[in-house]
Nanobody
Framework: QVQLVESGGGLVQAGASLRLSCAAS?????MGWFRQAPGKEREFVAA????????PYADVVKGRFTISRDNAKSTVFLQMNSLKPEDTAVYYC????????????????????WGQGTQVTVSS
């Protein structure tokens, strides 16, 4: 079982930036970030595919957030700029144990491993 550990969350003002990190204890393929605000459903944020390195994003974060991965593909990052109060949520790292060549990386069902989450709070 691969363990994922997120870090980098915190309390910031609107317009500020945060950089989240997710370290995996073993080999992973697709990796992504999801978030869940209180009283709301979990939603897709961003992902990075092992197959081609492509990086799909949710429309609401596109242009503000950037996902990246180190060369060993054992750590994934989420650079969050121009943060808004609407970004307040617990952010979860996710990773797949399967080599996916297609399909939607935004589908939570493809991810086998999940971190415990890191809180991001953006004040107005």
């Amino acid at each position: 079982q691969v363990q994922l550990v997120e870090s980098g969350g915190g309390l910031v003002q609107a317009g500020a930036s945060l950089r989240l990190s997710c370290a995996a204890s073993g080999r992973t393929y697709d990796m992504g970030w999801f978030r869940q605000a209180p009283g709301k459903e979990r939603e897709f944020v961003a992902a990075i595919r092992w197959s081609d390195g492509s990086t799909p994003y949710a429309d609401v974060v596109k242009g503000r957030f950037t996902i990246s991965r180190d060369n060993a593909k054992s750590t994934v990052f989420l650079q969050m700029n121009s943060l808004k109060p609407e970004d307040t949520a617990v952010y979860y790292c996710a990773a797949s144990s399967t080599r996916y060549y297609g399909g939607a990386a935004s589908d939570a069902g493809r991810y086998d491993y999940w971190g415990q989450g890191t809180q991001v709070t953006v004040s107005s």
